[in-house]
């Protein structure tokens, strides 16, 4: 027996949760994996899992407390302060990030301590930047999507988990407040150190996270990483991101294993001990992701489509041992995909791929080749009687992508089309073991029927604070993404900017592209306030108002007015 395509779901096996949601019996008996409980892993090392999506955990040493990962806010790690202090009072010295992804709270420890030392891996400001950037509005819907930002507590649609934790923020950390603080003791090689009298190793290891690391106390025998999660390794984000290779996580498992720890703690999930537990469960892990990357290949190599490999890639049944080779989080067929793109990008020889009729027209003349709306309909509605959800996802997604919505995206249809479509999203997610398959299909379910609208996340939305951490030439940069060819087919033209900060930038189109440039002959120039000029990126005033201030001064208003009204930004084009 094996794991094929038809476990990412089973229809028939859905249960009821304790708050009426409806999910697959794995992923319900999953959420108790999760529940918060701070474990006493050593004499004096400690992991609190369940108070957000990630662990806070802590180690003693003869000098005070370090302590590893902070979370998504201030909040949060209060929350976790408050826990641990009921096993010790050692003062806080130092804190240690394992990656980018929960750095939310470490105002909390500056609060306790001004000279606290952060240590952490040098891409982390470089990772945070890539995500609050160009990317934000995709980033954003995929997060929400994922980690069922938008979804109900309770009922049918209940979030149930998301399979590294129970919620993506603890709802009795409201109102979330960001602290990060960015590490002052940085690194991109192995490291040695000794922090709070203890001696420290610091690996870099990549999985979900270029700048992730495995932190090693060689005296204490533990070892503290983001390579083995409480699930099947996320190859694929279903959120959007990019490739992570299998073979640098293999390594990094493989590291992480020779370490032979005593006691390993995870930036998600319960702690392991035992040296011979904590080896097999390693190797075992490290084992699926090289059985999906070397079956890969090999179907890859004999000429076979994704839509075949999928069918044909089947994990080992053996890995459903153990809960950290299961599919609780995303699925093996994405994974598989993903790999294949990662290799050898988008196209995979099937003919069909290569130059598909674009959306809504192909949609149209599926349906006319089937007979007509109707006849889809009826074949929808069959579909979903016998439980056929991948067809019912096919075919009703046609109806709904034949027509363009109002923003200009192949998105529209009927409501009882749109029905069709959420029904059988709904479908696969209350029968999907996978919590991140289940929140993406019910979040977009909730959109077709109109239960959620999700507008917001289709459109940049610059946040203030996020801005304020970078200077005018990188602000600037992130509005290439925003330009409208159209608009901007005819205008060759450089803009000298002056900031009232002393930077002044040259930001020039051309071609059909914006980009900061080194031109020394600039066409137009405006100087203003810099604070001003977030407020009109974030659409807090207008261009027009930010030049009828005393801080602005331009003789070129009309020029600049036309030059900024080629980007997809109301506040710049008003």
């Known amino acids: 027996l094996e794991m094929s395509v038809e476990d990412s779901f089973k229809p028939g096996v859905t249960q009821t949760g304790p708050k009426g949601q409806l999910a697959h019996p794995t992923?319900?008996?999953?959420?108790k994996r999760l529940e918060k409980k701070l474990y006493k892993v050593s004499e004096n090392a400690w992991s609190l899992?369940?108070?957000?999506?990630?662990?806070?955990?802590?180690?003693?040493?003869?000098?005070?407390?370090?302590?590893?990962?902070?979370?998504?806010?201030?909040?949060?790690?209060?929350?976790?302060?408050?826990?641990?202090?009921?096993?010790?009072?050692?003062?806080?010295?130092?804190?240690?990030?394992?990656?980018?992804?929960?750095?939310?709270?470490?105002?909390?420890?500056?609060?306790?301590?001004?000279?606290?030392?952060?240590w952490g891996h040098d891409g982390i400001q470089a990772n945070l930047d890539r995500f609050g950037g160009e990317i934000a509005p995709r980033v954003t819907r995929g997060l929400a999507h994922q980690f069922a930002t938008s979804m109900p507590q309770e009922g049918p649609d209940g979030i149930v988990n998301l399979g590294l934790g129970n919620f993506f923020r603890n709802p009795e950390h409201a109102p979330f407040t960001n602290g990060y603080i960015p590490p002052k003791h940085t690194f991109v090689e192995p490291t040695k150190a000794k922090i709070a009298g203890l001696k420290v190793e610091f690996y870099p290891a990549p999985s979900d996270a270029t700048d992730s690391i495995t932190i090693w106390f060689p005296d204490l025998k533990l070892a503290i990483n983001n390579l083995l999660w409480p699930v099947l390794f996320n190859v694929f984000a279903i959120r959007g991101e990019e490739y992570r290779d299998p073979r640098i996580m293999m390594k990094g498992l493989d590291q992480l294993a020779e370490l032979e720890a005593?006691?390993?703690?995870?930036?998600?999930?319960?702690?392991?001990?035992?040296?011979?537990?904590?080896?097999?469960?390693?190797?075992?892990?490290?084992?699926?992701?090289?059985?999906?990357?070397?079956?890969?290949?090999?179907?890859?190599?004999?000429?076979?489509t994704l839509n075949e490999a999928i069918g044909i890639i089947k994990l080992p049944t053996h890995f459903q041992e153990h809960y950290t080779t299961q599919q609780l989080y995303g699925v093996v067929e994405h994974h598989v995909r993903q790999i294949y793109s990662g290799l050898f990008g988008w196209f995979d020889e099937d003919e069909a791929n290569l130059f598909p009729i674009p959306s809504p027209e192909r949609s149209q003349r599926l349906i006319a080749g089937f007979g007509g709306i109707e006849k889809v309909r009826t074949i929808i509605d069959d579909a979903l009687q016998k439980d056929d959800f991948r067809w019912a996802i096919e075919l009703s997604s046609w109806l709904v992508r034949s027509e363009l919505?109002?923003?200009?995206?192949?998105?529209?249809?009927?409501?009882?089309?749109?029905?069709?479509?959420?029904?059988?999203?709904?479908?696969?997610?209350?029968?999907?073991?996978?919590?991140?398959?289940?929140?993406?299909?019910i979040t977009r379910a909730l959109e077709l029927d109109q239960s959620l609208n999700l507008s917001r996340f289709r459109s940049h939305r610059f946040n203030k604070r996020e801005l304020e951490r970078r200077n005018g030439s990188n602000s600037l940069n992130l509005l290439r993404v925003l330009l409208i060819p159209e608009r901007a087919s005819e205008i060759d033209m450089n803009i000298k900017i002056s900031f009232d900060d002393g930077e002044t930038v040259t930001y020039s189109i051309r071609n059909s592209i914006a980009l900061v440039s080194k031109a020394k002959d600039s066409d137009l120039s405006i100087s203003l306030s810099k604070d001003s000029w977030f407020d009109v990126l974030c659409g807090k005033k207008t261009l027009s108002e930010l030049m009828l201030e005393k801080t602005s001064n331009t003789k070129h208003e009309k020029e600049i007015k036309r030059f900024f009204a080629c980007f997809d930004l109301q506040s710049l084009m008003s």
Not at 27 to 31: A, D, I, P
Not at 276 to 284: C, R, S, T
Request: hydrophobic fraction near 35%.
């Open 262 to 304: 005593e006691n390993l703690i995870g930036a998600h999930g319960p702690p392991f001990s035992g040296q011979e537990q904590i080896k097999k469960i390693i190797l075992n892990y490290r084992d699926t992701l090289q059985f999906l990357w070397d079956q890969t290949v090999r179907c890859a190599n004999k000429g076979l």
């Open 27 to 31: 992923t319900l008996e999953h959420s």
């Open 405 to 441: 919505n109002d923003q200009g995206i192949a998105d529209a249809g009927e409501p009882e089309d749109r029905k069709r479509l959420a029904a059988a999203l709904r479908g696969i997610a209350y029968s999907t073991s996978a919590a991140n398959i289940r929140n993406w299909c």
């Open 49 to 118: 899992i369940g108070n957000g999506l990630s662990n806070q955990s802590f180690v003693e040493g003869p000098q005070g407390l370090i302590c590893i990962d902070t979370g998504e806010s201030n909040q949060e790690m209060a929350a976790a302060l408050k826990e641990i202090r009921k096993e010790t009072q050692a003062p806080v010295v130092a804190c240690i990030y394992t990656h980018f992804h929960y750095v939310g709270g470490t105002q909390t420890l500056i609060d306790e301590n001004n000279k606290l030392a952060i």
